[in-house]
Nanobody, 126 residues
């Protein structure tokens, strides 16, 4: 089992940057593919980015390609999401998640993830 705690959210102006972190607990963290999702008010949870268990593979939703970078440090049990060039459309609660063992790569729907953090709020003002 994996427990996930996100941090790093906040209020930022359009064009600014934020770095989200996800601290994981559990001895098997390094064996999980990991992902970031976001959920805007009144909308469904949306896939943002995923990283393979080795860190060698990454996958992004088209709207964040070239602006966001997902990374992980298995020695520190951490996953990060560097967000640059933020836009008002990036506003939402950002969730870190660990993919289910049975999910193929890349997992881009919430159903493919077994463990979730509590989320961190990101607000981008125009």
């Amino acid at each position: 089992q994996v427990q996930l705690v996100e941090s790093g959210g906040g209020l930022v102006q359009a064009g600014g940057s934020l770095r989200l972190s996800c601290a994981a607990s559990g001895p098997t963290f390094s064996t999980f593919n990991m992902g970031w999702f976001r959920q805007a008010p009144g909308k469904e949870r949306e896939f943002v980015a995923a990283i393979s268990w080795t860190g060698a593979g990454t996958h992004y939703v088209d709207s964040v390609k070239g602006r966001f970078t997902i990374s992980r440090d298995n020695a520190k049990n951490m996953v990060s999401l560097q967000m640059n060039g933020l836009m008002p459309g990036d506003t939402g609660v950002y969730y870190c998640a660990a993919a289910s063992w049975r999910t193929g790569w890349p997992a881009t729907t919430p159903g493919g993830y077994a463990y979730w953090g509590q989320g961190t709020q990101v607000i981008v003002s125009s």
